[in-house]
């Protein structure tokens, strides 16, 4: 299965990133999908799910202020905004496809396809 993020890179706290995530075809129309980060030390963490079909969204309340998935049809993209950032963002993000439905307390688990990561670093 291929998942490749991209977008990340090195910027000032208050600032904007939109990450990138270009699956197959199968996976960007049949597959729920869904971003992760993983700061160095800690656990994979939930940001935001999509359902397959584009028509609901999921986000832990700690996510919901900041943070917008979405997708793309034209181009087979996901996409995560990510706003205001800040220092504690910094971590790697990662999109995911599962065939669970999504909700707002995804964990890893839920998710056998992953992609490679992209590094966010915020500096203050």
């Known amino acids: 299965v291929q998942l490749q993020a991209s977008g990340g890179g090195l910027v000032q706290a208050g600032g904007s990133l939109r990450l990138s995530c270009a699956p197959s075809?199968?996976?960007?129309?049949?597959?729920?999908m869904a971003w992760f980060r993983q700061a160095p030390g800690k656990e994979r963490e939930f940001i935001a799910a999509?359902?397959?079909?584009?028509?609901?969204?999921y986000y832990p309340e700690s996510m919901k202020a900041r943070f917008t998935i979405s997708k793309d049809y034209a181009k087979n993209t996901l996409y995560l905004q990510i706003n205001s950032l800040k220092p504690e963002d910094t971590a790697t993000y990662y999109c995911?496809?599962?065939?669970?439905?999504?909700?707002?307390?995804?964990?890893?688990?839920?998710?056998?396809?992953w992609g490679q990561g992209t590094q966010v670093t915020v500096s203050s």
């Open positions: 995911a496809a599962t065939t669970l439905l999504p909700t707002a307390t995804m964990r890893s688990v839920n998710f056998a396809s």
């Open positions: 075809a199968h996976i960007f129309s049949s597959y729920n």
């Open positions: 999509i359902k397959w079909d584009n028509r609901d969204s």
